[in-house]
C-alpha cells in the first residue's frame, strides 16, 4: 500500500457536528445522514456537515455501530507517512513516561490517535490487536512498520496478533492468534519493578497482562510494610507479589480461576515469596463473607475486579456488586487500615465509584480518607476529548 485516497463523505445529521467538531473520534450509524460514493469497509472517508463542511476523515465500517473512526481532523492524506508519523509519537511517548519494565502499552488506540491499534510490548515481542476493520485492512504494513521502526533500537522485531477479542465481531471480523513475523515461545517472561512475572501472550487476559495496573501495583509497597494483605480476584498475583516484595507480612490472593491460581503461586515462587504468599481458588464475594464472619482482619486490602459493567444496562447492577465487594473489603480491615479500591468498567465514572465507595463506609459504619486516586498507567494515555480513554479508576483509602 501506498496510500490511502479519500473513496467516500459521510454527512452527519444536523445537530451531531459538535461531538467530532470537538475533538471525538467516533461517530456513530444513529448519527449519520447520508454516506456518499458507497465507500466500502476499511476505506477512508471524509465527515462532514449536513452542509458539506469538512470535520474529520477516517476509516468506515457499514457493520459497525461505529460507523467511522476518525483519523484526523486536519485534511491530509491517510497514507503510510501518515501512519508512520502516528507510529513514530506513540513509541517516543513512551520512551519518556516508561522505566523500570520489560512490558508495557506501546500503542493504546485512540489515546495514541491510531482508534482500533493496541500494541503491547513483552520483551522483545510486540502483541498486536487490530481491533477494526480498518487497521485489520492495515495490518501487514502496520506490523512490518513496528518491526522497522524498533528492531533497529531494541531488538523487539518478532509481532504476535493477539486477535480474539470478541469486539471483532462486531465489526464483521473472524477471530484468530497468530505470528506475524518472526517466532518465539509465547510464555515470556517480563520485569516489573522489582518482580518478574511469566506471561502467556497466547492464552493470557487482554494481551497476556494488564500493563494498565503496573504503575498502581509499584505504588502500593508504602502502604505493604509488615501488613497481613488480602488480594482479591487476584488472577496472576500481580498486586500482592508487588505488596510482599514491599515488606508485607504475608498475602492471601483470591480468585475463582484455577489457571489463575495456579499463575499466581508460581509467581510467587519465582520471586521467592512461597512461604508468604498463599493463593486459594474461592468467588471472592463469598470468601470475603466467610472471612469476615471467621473475624479475620488485614491491613491492606486490594480489591481489582474485572469490569462489572460492560454496557450502560449494566451499570446498576455493576454498582450493586462494588458496594458489595467493598463492604466486605471494609469490614475485613483493621482500623488505620488500607483499602485500595479499582473499578476498570469505564461506564462507571469517577463520582459514581466515590459515591458508592460512601455508601458502603456508610453501611459499614466506618470512617474513610482519600490518601490518593489514580488511574491507568502512563502507557495508556488518555485522549482529551475522548472520555473513553479515561477508564481505570483506583481509590487508595485509609479506613478507620
Known amino acids: 500500500m501506498t496510500g490511502d485516497g479519500v473513496t467516500g463523505r459521510v454527512r452527519l445529521r444536523g445537530g451531531r457536528e459538535e461531538r467530532v467538531e470537538a475533538g471525538h473520534l467516533w461517530v456513530y450509524e444513529g448519527e449519520i445522514g447520508l454516506v456518499e460514493d458507497h465507500p466500502a469497509s476499511g476505506d477512508i472517508v471524509d465527515v462532514c456537515t449536513p452542509r458539506g463542511r469538512f470535520l474529520g476523515r477516517g476509516y ?3 457493520r459497525s455501530k461505529i460507523r467511522v473512526r476518525v ?3 486536519q485534511e491530509e492524506p491517510i497514507d503510510d507517512r501518515f501512519l508512520h508519523r502516528r507510529l513514530e509519537a506513540a ?4 520512551g519518556r513516561v516508561v522505566s523500570g519494565t520489560s512490558a508495557y502499552r506501546m500503542v493504546f488506540g485512540e489515546g495514541d490517535l491510531l482508534p482500533g491499534l493496541i500494541v503491547d510490548r513483552y520483551g522483545d515481542v510486540l502483541v498486536m490487536q487490530t481491533l477494526t476493520a480498518g487497521m485489520e485492512r492495515r495490518r501487514d504494513l502496520l506490523v512490518e512498520m513496528l518491526a522497522a521502526l524498533l528492531e533497529d533500537r531494541t531488538g523487539a522485531g518478532i509481532v504476535y496478533l493477539r486477535n480474539d477479542a470478541r469486539s471483532r465481531t462486531l465489526e464483521g471480523l473472524p477471530l484468530y492468534r497468530q505470528f506475524a513475523r518472526g517466532e518465539s515461545p509465547t510464555q515470556i517472561e517480563i520485569q516489573e519493578g522489582p518482580a518478574r512475572f511469566l506471561v502467556d501472550i497466547a492464552t493470557g487476559q487482554k494481551t497476556g497482562w ?3 495496573q503496573r504503575e498502581n501495583r509499584l505504588a502500593i509497597g508504602p502502604f505493604a510494610r509488615g501488613a ?4 482479591a480476584f487476584c488472577y496472576a498475583g500481580a498486586f500482592g507479589i508487588q505488596a510482599a516484595l514491599g515488606g508485607a507480612a504475608s498475602v492471601l490472593g483470591l480468585d475463582a480461576s484455577p489457571d489463575a491460581i495456579a499463575a499466581a503461586s508460581a509467581h510467587a515462587e519465582q520471586n521467592g515469596l512461597g512461604e508468604r504468599c498463599l493463593y486459594r481458588v474461592a468467588d471472592a464475594f463469598d470468601a470475603m463473607r466467610d472471612l469476615a464472619q471467621a473475624s479475620e482482619r488485614f491491613d491492606l486490602i486490594v480489591l481489582d475486579p474485572p469490569a462489572f459493567a460492560r ?3 449494566a451499570v446498576p447492577k455493576a454498582l450493586a456488586g462494588y458496594k458489595e465487594i467493598n463492604l466486605s473489603g471494609l469490614r475485613l480491615l483493621r482500623p488505620e487500615g488500607f483499602l485500595v479500591s479499582c473499578s476498570c468498567s469505564w461506564h462507571v465514572d469517577e463520582q459514581t465509584m466515590w459515591l458508592t465507595l460512601l455508601e458502603a463506609a456508610r453501611d459499614a459504619r466506618r470512617e474513610m480518607r482519600l490518601v490518593e486516586f489514580r488511574s ?6 488518555m485522549l482529551a476529548t475522548m472520555p473513553e480513554t479515561r477508564y481505570l479508576k483506583c481509590f487508595v483509602l485509609q479506613v478507620f
Open 228 to 231: 497481613r494483605v488480602l488480594d
Open 71 to 73: 483519523l484526523t481532523h
Open 91 to 94: 513509541i517516543a511517548l513512551r
Open 376 to 381: 491507568q498507567a502512563r502507557d495508556h494515555p
Open 311 to 313: 454496557s450502560k444496562h
Open 210 to 212: 494488564f500493563c494498565d
Open 60 to 62: 468506515f465500517n457499514p
